[in-house]
């Protein structure tokens, strides 16, 4: 393991105490990057071109069925919002720009409000539905969303931030969000970043643990 590498898994923890300070659109575009863009594409005989992309993180059968939606609260030259990245030229497209705090996505998880942005990791399980049997598909979803997720902790751990996970989401609001209402296309995950402390504990879970009221 090269020693820059072993740093950014060093470097990589949870964190609950996020600072008001924006991230900056390289520090963004570096990580969506690297959790869902594509790197690079190969031709290889009776390989269909559908086929031929390369990420960072492996993919079930091929079938490319995670979807990755930007939630911006602070992040230098992009209005608040919700976006929709686009991995083939390596984009996003704003699609919602009705803000909510992002602790009313993860079910009062208020300490995430200042996270600079966020990931909701969706997975398009018609994808998966056309060759796994119903069960086995959502396995195939849950182990994808578990690859990419780890590639964004690291690449947020790399680019300077803090990063936050949790699966404790308001699955209708969220999806209500992303126009994702009655769709094949389910959100099952969320990974937050921006400038904190590193502390695993929020100020007010601190204030509580003292025994004072936050």
Not at 93 to 113: A, E, K, W
Not at 183 to 205: D, M, N, R, T, Y
Request: hydrophobic letters at 40%; a negative charge; glycine letters at 8%.
């Amino acid at each position: 393991m090269s020693e820059s590498l072993a740093t950014v898994f060093a470097s990589r923890k949870t964190c609950r105490d996020f600072f008001k300070n924006e991230a900056t659109l390289e520090q963004l575009s570096t990580v969506l990057h690297a959790t869902l863009g594509i790197q690079r594409k190969e031709t290889l005989e009776n390989i269909p071109e559908a086929f031929s992309t390369r990420r960072c993180s492996p993919t079930g059968g091929g079938m490319s069925s995670t979807n990755v939606f930007v939630y911006v609260n602070a992040v230098v030259g992009l209005a608040p919002g919700f976006y929709e990245y686009d991995p083939t030229d390596h984009s996003i497209i704003l699609i919602n720009s009705n803000f909510v705090r992002l602790g009313n996505l993860t079910n009062g998880q208020h300490f995430s409000d200042s996270a600079a942005f966020a990931l909701f990791f969706t997975s398009r399980l018609n994808r998966l539905w056309w060759k796994y049997s119903h069960s086995r598909a959502y396995r195939m979803a849950l182990i994808e969303i578990g690859h990419h997720s780890q590639t964004a902790l690291l690449a947020i751990s790399a680019v300077g931030l803090e990063s936050w996970l949790t699966g404790a989401l308001d699955d209708s609001l969220v999806e209500e969000k992303l126009s994702l209402t009655g769709s094949s296309e389910q959100v099952f995950f969320c990974v937050a970043a921006g400038h904190g402390s590193g502390s695993p504990l929020s100020e007010s879970l601190l204030n509580r643990l003292k025994g004072h009221e936050s």
